[in-house]
């Protein structure tokens, strides 16, 4: 079972650089999210997709992009790479929340470490 | 709007005893499930255990147990017989929303079992 894989696991940019960090699910999942990690800040989300070519911002999406075009793969682009975006970067897939309580979770890949230099 | 909060930074336990990580939310949403996440060193997220907001019980999986209490907001984590295994980042999240299209995440609590 692959779950959600992300690539690559490390990274080091330049400032001004850009990247693409890739997601890839297998679990036919509609619900994809990017979040990125701060010490101590826990886990803030960058942007969501509810389906192919949906996508909507999360809460600190400034300096990035995504796109879902397919159900599989949700792609995070980083333009003109700063030190601020110098975090961990998750990518985690959700089927539809089940029933009235939302009782599905949300699966996470194994996280990138970015460091812009 | 949603919101999390985990107001431990850091906890000790010692080894075989029980130790609770307190989490609150904030929600407007009738319809909500919590959930525990835990972390360890090497950086996964291993999901550990879901409430739903309409559940009477409180949920248990193995030696994790989530304390709900509704009226107060309150999704506490409660892991008894400690285990070394167990040192780690534990976050809280809360899925939610008209449509719970987005999961909402605390700043988490570092666990450290003392042999």
């Known amino acids: 079972n692959a779950g959600v894989t992300q690539t690559p696991k490390f990274r080091i940019l330049k400032i001004g650089q850009s990247m693409t960090l890739q997601c890839a699910q297998d679990m036919n999942h509609n619900y994809m999210y990017w979040y990125r990690q701060d010490p101590g800040m826990g886990l803030k989300l960058i942007y969501y997709?509810?389906?192919?070519?949906?996508?909507d911002k999360g809460e600190v999406p400034n300096g990035y992009n995504v796109s879902r075009s397919t159900t599989e793969d949700f792609p995070l682009r980083l333009e003109l790479a700063a030190p601020s975006q110098t975090s961990v970067y998750f990518c985690a897939s959700s089927s539809r929340g089940q029933g009235a309580s939302m009782s599905t979770e949300a699966f996470f890949g194994q996280g990138t470490r970015l460091t812009v230099v | 709007a949603q919101k999390i909060t985990q107001t431990q930074p850091g906890m000790f336990v010692q080894e075989k005893e029980a130790v609770t990580l307190d989490c609150t939310y904030d929600t407007s949403d009738p319809s909500y499930g919590l959930f525990w996440y835990k972390q360890p060193s090497s950086g996964e997220m291993i999901f550990l255990i879901y409430q739903g907001s309409y559940d009477q019980q409180n949920a248990t999986e193995g030696r994790y147990s989530l304390n709900f209490q509704k009226a107060r907001k309150s999704a506490n984590l409660v892991i008894s017989a400690s285990q070394l295994g167990d040192s780690a980042m534990y976050f809280c999240?809360?899925?939610?929303?008209?449509?719970?299209?987005?999961?909402?995440f605390g700043t988490g609590t570092s666990l450290t079992v003392i042999p």
């Open positions: 999240a809360m899925r939610g929303g008209f449509t719970g299209n987005q999961f909402y």
């Open positions: 997709s509810v389906g192919a070519g949906i996508t």
